[in-house]
């Protein structure tokens, strides 16, 4: 089987503001989608990178260039789930082949971490995600009074890669609510499959507002 990587990297980053869309803002020496792109040429066994953004990009095709395995996909639309079934669409890979879902904004990342769960999920049917165990008291609330203590026990934060099955993902974002779901797996399980969850990284942050920015120089730097 072989290994694909999907990125969705057609968001307008809304919450980020700024002149420069977060995910073309420099980190150190380079951009961010650029140290996102690194980690995953880092790893021989994916097969293809493509890189989904919106029509009308005009800085991703510079960053593309950096290797004969990054290809870009101009199909981007107005949800991140959408930007992923399009990008599938165009996917040149076998139905049971594996595609692995990353946001373009979380660039700091382990190589180690992936390669992990691609070695875990070998002989799997489906697929999983990298999550990390919730670690603060959680409230539940209504109009700013709690109403209750939630267990935290079986939380866990969802983050990227999510990998599965191409005809697994496909079917799964062909047949639910696109304009609801915020990540690859809620699609999948709303088919009542079994989606695996390993151990991701606390520093595998999703760049969301300005003030991430310093927490990603930190991490990134860390691990040079
Ligand atoms: N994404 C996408 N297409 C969209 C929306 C998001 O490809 N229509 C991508 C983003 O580029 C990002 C990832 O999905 O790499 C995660 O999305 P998010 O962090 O929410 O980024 P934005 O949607 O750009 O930010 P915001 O929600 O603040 O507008
Ligand atoms: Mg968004």
């Known amino acids: 089987m072989s290994n694909y990587v999907l990125i969705p990297c057609a ?10 869309q977060k995910q073309y803002t420099k980190i150190g020496d380079k951009t961010v989608i650029e140290h996102t792109l690194n980690v995953f040429l880092q790893i021989p066994e994916i097969a ?33 789930a959408k930007t992923v079934l399009n990008g599938l669409n165009v996917l040149n890979c076998e139905v049971d082949d594996w595609v692995l879902v990353h946001d373009a904004a979380r660039c700091c990342i382990s190589p180690k971490t992936i390669k992990d769960m ?7 049917k489906v697929g999983g995600i990298l999550a ?9 609330s209504n109009n700013e009074v709690i109403i209750k203590t939630v267990d935290r026990n079986s939380l866990y934060h969802a983050q990227t890669p999510q990998m599965f099955r191409y005809n697994v993902l496909h079917k799964a ?37 300005p003030s991430d920015i310093k927490l990603a120089e930190f991490y990134l730097g860390a691990k040079c």
């Not at 968001?11 to 002149?19: A, E, I, Q």
């Not at 691609?118 to 799997?124: I, P």
């Not at 915020?182 to 999703?206: H, Y």
Request: charged content about 25%; overall charge negative; some cysteine.
């Open 11 to 20: 968001g307008s980053g809304s919450r980020f503001g700024g002149v420069t």
């Open 48 to 80: 293809e990178i493509v890189v989904v953004v919106s029509n009308s990009d005009t800085d991703i095709d510079k960053y593309a260039l950096i290797s004969p395995k990054i290809r870009v996909a101009r199909v981007g639309s107005d949800t991140r």
């Open 118 to 124: 691609l070695l875990k999920l070998t002989e799997d």
């Open 132 to 140: 990390i165990p919730v670690s603060d008291t959680l409230k539940y």
């Open 173 to 209: 974002l062909s047949s639910c609510d696109l304009s609801v779901i915020t990540d690859d797996a809620s699609a999948v399980e709303a088919l009542g499959l079994p989606v695996r969850l390993f151990q991701g990284e606390v520093s595998n942050i999703k760049l969301t507002y």
